[in-house]
């Protein structure tokens, strides 16, 4: 997904607590930059700023980051001549979305646990595919008279 010109997400939204993968095409990989950073922080005060070496690939630089449970994701780059690109000096900021909990299962393993998200259209998907399952195995049965219940006869 495309969120601003020249950079990536692996995904359609950032949520918070979860790896997201970034993707960057921009100046810094036209102009042939060897090395490329990604200096990334969370919130509108950039709490807990980072940086991080990305890996040059031939589709562009990619980094994978873990995002924290906060309101947005900005970020900005620079090469190893401490050339930077921060749009404009408006730095790239997105919004951070949050888990339900209702959707979510948590994992145990050997090592720590770990949450996945189940989206509803993943559950509804799941409920209509049991319905037709149930429509096409059951009702020509009913509407044939072959359907019997089994009945619990109990000898006393």
Same mark, same amino acid.
């Given at each position: #997904?495309?969120?601003?010109?020249?950079?990536?997400?692996?995904? /359609?939204?950032?949520?918070?607590?979860?790896?997201?993968?970034?993707?960057?095409?921009? %100046?810094?990989?036209?102009?042939?930059?060897?090395?490329?950073? !990604?200096?990334?922080?969370?919130?509108?005060?950039? /709490?807990?700023?980072?940086?991080?070496? #990305?890996?040059?690939?031939?589709?562009?630089?990619?980094?994978?980051?873990?995002?924290?449970? %906060?309101?947005? +994701?900005?970020?900005?780059?620079? /090469?190893?001549?401490?050339?930077? /690109?921060? %749009?404009?000096?408006?730095? &790239?900021?997105? *919004?951070?979305?949050? $888990?339900?909990?209702?959707?979510?299962?948590?994992?145990?393993?050997? =090592? +720590?646990?770990?949450? @996945? @998200?189940?989206?509803? =259209?993943?559950?509804?998907?799941?409920?209509? @595919?049991?319905?037709?399952?149930?429509? !096409?195995?059951?009702? *020509?049965? !009913? $509407?044939?008279?072959? &359907?019997?219940?089994? $009945?619990?006869?109990?000898?006393?």
């Amino acid at each position: #997904m495309e969120l601003a010109k020249n950079i990536f997400f692996n995904t /359609d939204k950032l949520i918070g607590n979860t790896t997201v993968k970034v993707s960057y095409t921009g %100046n810094l990989f036209q102009n042939n930059s060897e090395d490329v950073f !990604i200096h990334y922080g969370f919130g509108l005060q950039w /709490d807990n700023v980072s940086e991080k070496k #990305m890996e040059k690939t031939e589709l562009g630089f990619q980094a994978e980051i873990e995002l924290e449970d %906060n309101e947005s +994701l900005n970020f900005c780059f620079r /090469d190893g001549n401490n050339i930077w /690109d921060n %749009n404009d000096n408006n730095n &790239y900021i997105f *919004p951070i979305e949050h $888990i339900e909990n209702s959707l979510t299962i948590v994992e145990n393993s050997n =090592s +720590l646990p770990t949450t @996945r @998200r189940l989206r509803r =259209s993943y559950i509804w998907s799941k409920k209509i @595919r049991l319905a037709i399952y149930k429509i !096409i195995t059951y009702f *020509p049965k !009913i $509407i044939s008279g072959n &359907y019997k219940r089994k $009945i619990n006869v109990t000898n006393s």
